[in-house]
């Protein structure tokens, strides 16, 4: 089946210049990009995305980690993956959710690592089924940001609010 999927190059993953080897290892599943962003994670951001882990005790530390606080780099790197069984390949590129018990070979178990504090730093976030890729591609990416309609959308008249133009 045709699906996508989100991924983020989490803070530590941009700290540690894995850009290019996270997108070399993705370009093995022979998926297409659709969206890429680079984008300063708010804390809105952060606790929506992780919203099903917020009773766990490393919630805090989690939305920290994804917003940057422990890496100097307030960023992430946000795509979308497009093509066949796009969310089962980019989860077993991945790898499983704790480093240490990630296959060595996986992008997780090649460069992540549990930190003293217990946070998994696992450089990559991969949407693991389709409701969850529906609900995480909609929160990062606007229609217009993916070159593909994958998703209904529908017009609308954008109510007045005040932001930043280019001077
Ligand atoms: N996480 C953690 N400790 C845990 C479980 C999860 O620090 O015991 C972090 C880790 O960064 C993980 C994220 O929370 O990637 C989201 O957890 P989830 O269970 O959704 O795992 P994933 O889908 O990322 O493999
Ligand atoms: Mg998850």
Not at 31 to 38: C, G, M, V
Not at 152 to 158: I, R, S, V, W
């Amino acid at each position: 089946m045709v699906q996508q999927t989100l991924v983020l190059i989490k803070p530590d993953g941009l700290t540690k210049s894995l850009t290019g080897n996270i997108l070399t290892r993705l370009s093995e599943s022979k998926l297409e990009i659709i969206a890429a962003k680079i984008v300063k994670v708010s804390r809105e951001l952060a606790a929506e995305h992780y919203k099903h882990l917020q009773d766990k005790p490393f919630f805090d530390e989690l939305i920290q980690f994804i917003q940057g606080e422990f890496h100097g780099r307030k960023k992430v790197m946000a795509m979308v993956y497009w093509g066949e069984d796009a969310i089962k390949r980019v989860r077993t590129l991945a790898g499983a959710t704790n480093p240490e018990e990630a296959d060595p070979t996986s992008i997780r178990g090649a460069y992540g690592r549990i930190t003293s504090k217990g946070v998994y730093e696992n450089v990559i976030h991969a949407s693991s089924n389709g409701e969850e890729a529906e609900r995480e591609i909609k929160l990062w990416f606007a229609p217009d940001d993916i070159i593909m309609d994958i998703y209904p959308t529908k017009n609308a008249t954008c109510p007045q609010h005040q932001c930043r133009v280019w001077a």
